[in-house]
């Protein structure tokens, strides 16, 4: 049974609790809050009152409790916790996500660490030998390898489950904005694995995050955020990174160092690790048990498997309701992507699905990336239109027209019926 806790309840309880001034009750030690809102530039100085600094007074949607980078309504919306890219700032700002559009995604809050004090601890009976400690240096001496893959949460698209199939799902209700893709820069955690001394009966590989522990709407702690990888995957392709987009990675992202598992679902990709177990037997956590797995009618009663692969999808560059002049020629630019291949084929239609034409793809169909298109359109008289786009990889999967439900509104890959007017 999936444990009965809800993201968007513990979001709402924490947004109250922020607003009370009692987070820290929440596993935010007041240390980590004092540092983070210096890093955020909301403190001026000298001794800050427990929570009383008058900028938490009126939050503005430019805030989002616990995360550090402004949030412009233009490019964000917040959503407790976390903060949804606006997939119509995306246009035009090329094909890498710049770090201040690049959503958030924070079960609590963002520790802000010190790089000189940060270490990863490798351990467990997985290895051959005792725990192994690396610096930040440690890392950096390892051969660099970089990356270009997307992150995006499993729940991306979760609201239309509701609004377009009229089926209630518990959790963050993300339009098509919990996705960004980045070049990513650092060691590959084979690497480091090999380094430690891996045993040749290591199975499962546990890394973990410094952010506080979790613990759900009903009161019950479930740690640090930590998800299991089996050692094929972590020995493939997973990065530890520590650049995105050419720079140290952003506190909210994972500074000083987060895993990247290209193609997987967001969770696989712990931000701030610490520490990774290595085990001689399959490892659990609430986030391979009683969340990022499928529950409901069509799956089996324990779920289904944990999640891996991302599915395929695509949004407009365009916001919802957007505005259009009628009877001018519109260049409509968007982006379509899959965890199973690169995107080789988007097809569109302006007339809520009558008619379809193929978008012109603007990248060459690239793995663990995105495709950036683009189709020309001149609505014919003011109005409201339906806009879709529905995306193949080269695995042959298209979007289908409705996606099969799950209680937590996970994978939704149906093509999206985006709203616009004519005016
Ligand atoms: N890692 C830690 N330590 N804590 C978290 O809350 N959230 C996960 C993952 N890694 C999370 C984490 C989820 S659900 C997602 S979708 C991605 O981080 C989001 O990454 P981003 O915030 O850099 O966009």
Known sequence: MPVSTSESAYDRRRLRQWLAGEARADGVARRDMLRLLAAAGLASGGALPAFAAPAFAAPTNTTAPGIVKPLPDDRFTVRGTNAES???????????????????????STPVLDAADWRLTVHGAGL????????????????????????????????FFTSQQGQPVSG???????????????????????????????????????????????????????????????????????????????????FPVRVVVPSWIGIASVKWVGDIEVADQPLYSPWNTDFYRLFGAAYPEGGSAPLSRQTVKSAWELDWDAA???????????????????????????????????????????????????????PSAPGSYTLLARATDSAGRTQPDTTVPNTQGYLFDAVVRHPVRAV
């Not at 035009?92 to 609590?108: E, I, K, M, Q």
């Not at 209700?173 to 955690?189: H, N």
């Not at 690169?342 to 603007?362: F, K, M, P, Q």
């Open 128 to 159: 051959r030998g005792g725990p192994v400690d690396l610096t930040l240096r440690d890392l950096k001496r390892l051969p660099a390898v970089t990356r270009t893959a997307f992150v995006e949460c499993a729940g991306n698209g979760r609201s």
């Open 172 to 254: 963050t209700a993300w339009t098509l904005g919990a996705i960004g893709t980045a070049s990513w820069r650092g060691v590959r955690l084979a690497d480091v694995l090999r380094r430690a001394g891996l045993h040749r009966r290591a199975v499962d590989v546990l890394p973990r995050g410094l952010d506080p522990d979790y613990v759900t709407a009903d009161g019950t702690n479930l740690g640090r955020v930590r998800r299991p990888l089996p050692l094929s995957k972590a020995l493939d392709d997973v990065l530890l990174a520590y650049e995105m987009n050419g720079e140290p990675l952003p506190y909210d992202h994972g």
């Open 324 to 378: 259009l002049d009628a009877r001018v020629a519109h260049r409509l630019t968007g982006r379509s992507w899959s965890g199973a291949g690169g995107v080789v084929r988007v097809e569109v239609s302006t007339d809520g699905g009558a008619s379809w034409r193929r978008a012109r793809l603007h990248d060459t169909p690239r793995r663990h990336g995105w495709v950036r298109w683009s189709t020309d359109w001149r």
């Open 86 to 108: 606006k997939f119509a700032s995306f246009a035009g700002t090329g094909y890498h996500t710049p770090a201040d559009r690049f959503f958030v995604r924070n079960h609590t």
